[in-house]
């Protein structure tokens, strides 16, 4: 039996109409290692990102349209982060990018984005390369990690602290906190007592360990990511090292800390972002606000990274108008002028994609948590 031309009308009518409602969301994508040796620190900058695009989207969105966030997993692969990056600019159509994580994995996308011009908001990596020159289609909210490293060899020489060497993951950017770390070492009017690397593919610190432990530094300034990071403070531990470890900010989250169990203590993480607990700022009392009514007893500064990028991102779709498309994104990201974040203050333009410059340390606590 047919079915009746009424019945085809009435079906043909949902279906449009289910697609026109499919169609009004502003879909943004992401490619970042939800698995892989970053996980952690991802799952809880995706938290924070979460708590203010649900917040947003909860008042109707931006326009009357919902925000999706369509994230891809490249298990922080290299080669999957191009991958990843293709199909949601080519397949799905987002209207831009958001949150990418890993200096190599960023600066490989750097060339499809020209090809389509698509905007990247708030890469997690502080880079220095996708500061200077600008780059068109990145607009950055963390400050560089440059800036982080040299803060903190600042402040290990301001306590007495000279004998300092530098282990780092051979890729570009551990060459980047490297050049920071000279710059910072230049400044003080210091030399480094040693560099050694390890390979970001398959880290290994058999050997590496005692020869650090040997030229019993005072402190050793760690660039790496995640699990990398984890076992090489271990490692050093384990070969006697006793002086201060710092690391850099991509490792600041509740799951590194996790992580390094007893070897956590002491431990000093650069931050880009005031400390989650700091009420005077506005958007950590916004942030706390969201996560309580969410039951997540606990910001953590990745999820605050998460959140604040969140909010740039929004304000650029909000400039983009009435039908956002990426050239419209672009300009209306450009368009940012003294934006009041919450206590920290953004602007862009043709010329400047820097973001903030906001560079702070804190050491992990006795009681597992960020102090500064």
């Not at 990102?49 to 891809?72: C, M």
């Not at 600042?154 to 920071?180: E, P």
């Not at 203590?265 to 950590?284: A, C, I």
């Amino acid at each position: 039996m047919k079915p009746s031309l009424p019945w085809l009308r009435t079906s043909l009518a949902l279906a449009l109409l289910a697609w026109g409602t499919c169609q009004a969301q502003i879909l943004i994508g992401q490619t970042v290692g939800v698995t892989g040796s970053a996980a952690a620190t991802v799952q809880e900058a995706s938290q924070g990102a979460s708590l203010y695009l649900d917040h947003v989207n909860a008042k109707g969105g931006v326009g009357g349209q919902k925000i999706e966030l369509l994230t891809l997993d490249d298990k922080f692969d290299t080669k999957l982060t191009l991958d990843n990056a293709r199909v949601l600019i080519e397949q799905k159509g987002v209207l831009g990018l958001f949150m990418t994580r890993g200096t190599p994995h960023t600066q490989g996308i750097l060339p499809l984005l020209e090809q389509h011009g698509v905007p990247l908001v708030g890469p997690s990596t502080g880079a220095i390369a996708l500061h200077k020159p600008v780059h068109k289609y990145v607009f950055n909210v963390r400050a560089p990690y440059q800036h982080e490293v040299e803060k903190a060899i600042s402040h290990l020489n301001t306590l007495g602290i000279k004998r300092i060497g530098v282990v780092h993951v051979d890729d570009t950017f551990g060459s980047d906190a490297l050049a920071g770390a000279m710059s910072g070492f230049k400044a003080n009017q210091l030399e480094a007592l040693f560099v050694e690397k390890f390979d970001r593919t398959k880290p290994d610190f058999t050997a590496l360990a005692p020869r650090v432990a040997q030229k019993q530094p005072q402190a050793v300034v760690f660039v790496g990511t995640g699990a990398a990071v984890v076992d090489g403070i271990k490692a050093l531990r384990g070969a006697g090292v006793t002086g201060q470890i710092v690391t850099l900010s991509n490792n600041a989250s509740g799951g590194f800390i996790k992580a390094l169990g007893d070897s956590a203590r002491g431990v000093v993480v650069t931050q880009v972002l005031p400390s989650e607990r700091s009420l005077n700022y506005p958007l950590v009392k916004e942030a706390m606000d969201l996560a309580k009514a969410k039951n997540i007893a606990d910001l953590t500064p990745a999820m605050l990274e998460g959140f604040v990028s969140a909010k740039v991102l929004v304000e650029g779709i909000k400039r983009a108008g009435p039908k956002p498309d990426r050239a419209k994104l672009q300009a209306g990201l450009e368009s940012i002028k003294k934006l009041d974040l919450g206590g920290l203050e953004l602007s862009y333009s043709a010329t400047d994609h820097s973001g903030l410059d906001f560079a702070d340390l804190a050491i992990i606590g006795a009681d597992g948590k960020f102090k500064r």
